[in-house]
């Protein structure tokens, strides 16, 4: 009556001795494999970014026309350890940290302030 489950529970106990090895070679490669697809396309480039975000900080000076991350742009007028001061229209200054700052814009981009 139940004939039709006998071969499938043969083919279900993998083949013989060397069926259980090939099996474990191809999991470590698939693993290997997705932790280099992750390497690749996730943390490597969220690390340059950083390391770039990093460098503009170090970089940035008086005189620096910036563009924040709340998209204020302006000049800046002093700098300090934790935050800038940046002229946003004549006689308006705001306080910001460095971690706002997005990017810099070339010399000259806002000439109203």
Known sequence: MFEFLIPAAHAADGGGAGGAGGGAIAQIVMLVGFVLIFYFL????QSKRAKA???LMAELS???EV???GGLAGRITKVGEEFLTIEIA???EVNVQKNAVASV???G???SI
């Open 109 to 111: 981009t806002l000439k």
């Open 90 to 92: 004549s006689g308006t």
């Open 62 to 64: 008086e005189g620096n």
């Open 42 to 45: 996730l943390w490597r480039p």
């Open 67 to 69: 563009l924040l991350s």
């Open 53 to 55: 975000h990093k460098k």
């Open 105 to 107: 814009l070339p010399k």
